[in-house]
C-alpha cells in the first residue's frame, strides 16, 4: 500500500509540474494576471500534496498497518482534484462559480494534516 502512495504523489507531481510550465509559457499571454495567479495558487498547493502523497507512502512504510494513514493520503488526492482542479478550471473558463468547490479540497487538505498529526501522536 506504502508504494501506491509514492507512485500517486509521484504521478500528482509530474502533473503538477507540467501544468505548472503549461501557466507560464501557455496561459501567460491568453489569462489576466488575477487569473494566472489563481492557476499559480492551484499549482502550488497540488505540488505541496503531492508531495504530502509521497510522505505518506513513506510513513507508512515505516509505520505497517496505520488505517487512518491511508485516509490521510486520500484525503489529500481528494484535496487536489477539488482544490487545484476547480481553481485551474476556473482560471481557464472565468466561471466564478466554480470558487465553491474550492473550499471543499481546502478542507480535505486540513483535514489531511490533522488526520496524520493524529496518527503520528498515537504511535
Known sequence: MDKLY???GS?????GVGLG???AHGLRDRLSDHMLATWQTGVNYHLVHALGLILVGV???LFQGTGSLKLVGW?????IILFSGSLYLLAITGISKL???TPFGG?????GWLVLAMSMIKQ
Open 107 to 111: 478542507l480535505a487538505f486540513l483535514a
Open 99 to 101: 470558487g465553491m468547490i
Open 6 to 8: 509514492i507512485a500517486m
Open 59 to 61: 510513513i507508512l512504510h
Open 11 to 15: 504521478f500528482a507531481a509530474f502533473i
Open 21 to 23: 510550465a503549461f501557466g
Open 75 to 79: 484525503l489529500f488526492l481528494t484535496g
